[in-house]
């Protein structure tokens, strides 16, 4: 049974950082792309950001490019996604997403996803 579970979430005043964790488990992690992707209120599940199983490859919304950071540690099946600079516009709730061996950017590229974790912008 493969399991995602995200922690690292809160709340954060603009222009502050968080760090996302997704520990993995019932997958081979270290052959299996993964990704974040987050569903503000009101909007759709966009994509965040993907890193293959290597690591050796990442792709970025371009609305966090230069501000998220995602890696990944196979030794530990888990993957983060580091958050500096936080934007209002940042506020929803993160899914972690466990695909196949290449990265992708799209919801239909991902087989399972975690329950989410809420990150809050506000001062």
């Known amino acids: 049974q493969v399991q995602l579970v995200e922690s690292g979430g809160g709340l954060v005043q603009p222009g502050g950082s968080l760090r996302l964790s997704c520990a993995a488990s019932?997958?081979?992690?270290?052959?299996?792309?993964m990704g974040w992707f987050r569903q503000a209120p009101g909007n759709e599940r966009e994509f965040v950001a993907c890193?293959?199983?290597?690591?050796?490859?990442?792709y970025y919304a371009d609305s966090v490019k230069g501000r998220f950071t995602i890696s990944r540690d196979n030794a530990k099946n888990t993957v983060y996604l580091q958050m500096n600079s936080l934007k209002s516009e940042d506020l929803a709730v993160y899914y972690c997403?466990?695909?196949?061996?290449?990265?992708?950017?799209?919801?239909?590229?991902?087989?399972?996803w975690g329950q989410g974790t809420q990150v809050t912008v506000s001062s």
């Open positions: 019932g997958i081979i992690f270290r052959l299996t792309a």
């Open positions: 890193i293959s199983w290597s690591g050796g490859i990442t």
């Open positions: 997403a466990a695909g196949g061996l290449r990265v992708g950017i799209n919801d239909y590229e991902y087989d399972h």
